[in-house]
């Protein structure tokens, strides 16, 4: 018998888009992959020898629970500006990326607490806050996909324990301004909740930039950063994140990570040392993602009824259809007509419908392919209305 709370989670969109991409890649079809939402570039070959000469060397066993002092101490000095804040290794947990969200909210909220949750939102968020019994609040944003205070603050009530973004987002790629954010950071102090920023992102902003969020909250009273390599050094494999909080936050979710997954993988904690020191793979993958989104933006204007918020950051575009139907079954058409995986836009939260999500981690010759299939497909489809 299953538990009612698998029943009331449901499954990742994207992770299943990937999993059919695969299926159908096997079974012969040429498919046009823009769910994706991972780097398609390899781990750097430094981070990948010096991991393999590690675990060599006996580093194959486990590791202090809330990860190496080496790096947690790497880590707080990129997040404090090389010393800039007073953060030091025990404000810093390392550990498997998305599970680092399970800790925040774990650390923060009881069972029948509340956490707000802007749209479009990242799909796990209000997944992952049901399955431990908290209840999502989501409010939506402005038209542009900035944040809409004036929603949020009305969403707070005496049960709210965070608020949560991504910055850049996933799914549209927005990156807020260093002004919203601070409003929404004071307005998280103000109330005493916390504001958890998850920036697995940070590393790819082409336009604006993400807001130092120690600057209003140096001793981090109401902040909780996420992030980690597996979007700035291709290593989502690897599975490694981190944390960044006070230590009470930190202390408290090293217990739940004690009593489930005990620590990072010891072979990703290795690559991820290494990872800080590289800064040129960042600064070239960077580059080709920017040349990618211009590429896309450039196709996506040329395609009638579509309308786009250009994006800022990550590797996404997440354009606007002038169609009547869902965004479910218009993903569903894309993928039965020309070959196209595209995510639904309703999978990132109400506000997301009419919408889809498209990666454009993939090379330009997909690019240019597939735009070209999805201009034909809304000619079609506008022919026939």
């Not at 009593?259 to 993988?265: D, F, G, L, R, S």
């Not at 993602?289 to 250009?310: A, C, G, S, Y």
């Amino acid at each position: 018998m299953i538990s009612r709370r698998v029943s009331d989670i449901s499954e990742s969109t994207t992770v299943a888009l990937s999993n059919l991409a695969s299926r159908l890649k096997s079974e012969g079809k040429k498919i046009y992959n823009f769910g994706i939402g991972e780097p398609d570039f390899t781990t750097p070959d430094a981070e990948i020898e010096f991991a393999f000469q590690k675990a060599k060397e006996g580093f194959t066993h486990y590791t202090p629970s809330k990860g190496f002092p080496e790096l947690r101490a790497g880590i707080a000095r990129k997040v404090s500006g090389n010393g800039k804040y007073g953060i030091t290794q025990n404000n810093v947990l390392v550990s498997p990326t998305k599970f680092a969200v399970n800790l925040s909210f774990l650390s923060t909220a009881d069972p029948g607490d509340e956490i707000i949750i802007p749209e479009p939102y990242y799909l796990s968020y209000p997944e992952i806050a049901k399955i431990y019994g908290i209840k999502p609040v989501t409010v939506e944003s402005n038209d542009d996909f900035s944040l809409n205070i004036d929603n949020i603050k009305s969403a707070i009530t005496p049960k709210t324990r965070a608020v949560i973004i991504s910055n850049p987002s996933n799914p549209t790629g927005k990156v807020f301004t260093p002004d919203q954010f601070k409003e929404l950071q004071r307005l998280c102090i103000e109330n005493k909740i916390y504001l958890i920023t998850d920036q697995i992102y940070e590393e790819l902003v082409f336009e604006g930039q993400v807001q130092d969020p120690l600057e209003l909250d140096p001793e981090l009273h109401n902040t909780i950063i996420l992030s980690g390599f597996s979007k700035s050094h291709a290593m989502t494999g690897w599975r490694i994140g981190y944390m960044v909080a006070s230590t009470d936050v930190i202390n408290a979710s090293d217990k739940f990570q004690q009593q489930t997954i005990t620590c990072a993988p010891s072979i990703s904690q290795m690559a991820a040392l290494e990872a800080l020191k590289d800064t040129d793979f960042v600064i070239k993958m960077k580059g080709t993602f920017e040349k990618r989104r211009d590429l896309m933006i450039q196709k996506l204007k040329e395609i009638p009824n579509i309308e786009l918020v250009t994006p800022g950051g990550a590797f996404y575009v997440f354009p606007k259809y002038n169609l009547n139907m869902s965004s479910v079954e218009f993903s569903n058409i894309a993928l039965q007509k020309k070959g196209l995986i595209i995510t639904p836009g309703s999978a990132f939260g109400g506000q997301g419908e009419f919408h889809f999500r498209m990666s454009y981690a993939t090379d330009m010759d997909t690019i240019k392919t597939g735009l070209e299939l999805l201009k034909d497909l809304m000619n079609e489809m506008t022919e026939v209305r």
